[in-house]
């Protein structure tokens, strides 16, 4: 699907990155705590996308401590949170 809706002002988007906490995550995989965190952020970056806010999300495919996630959010100006 191709959006043509015109580009949001650059101050309304957003380039959110994650790294890996812990460089040994991508290799020996998340505790418990950490499985439970990723899934309630990633359960708001659905929430996100479906709202029209949050644009593609994906990690790079790499599994070593340069791995990291990046996600576009647009139109969040005044309601962004640390």
Known sequence: MID???PPEPDD???YTLHPLRGA???EGLTPSEVAAAYAHWQ???AAHANGVGLPAGRTLVRDETNF???VFRGLLG???P
């Open 4 to 6: 043509d809706s015109p």
């Open 13 to 15: 988007t957003w380039l």
């Open 25 to 27: 995550m991508p290799t």
């Open 44 to 46: 708001r970056l659905v």
């Open 69 to 71: 996630a990046t996600i």
């Open 79 to 81: 309601n962004a949170r």
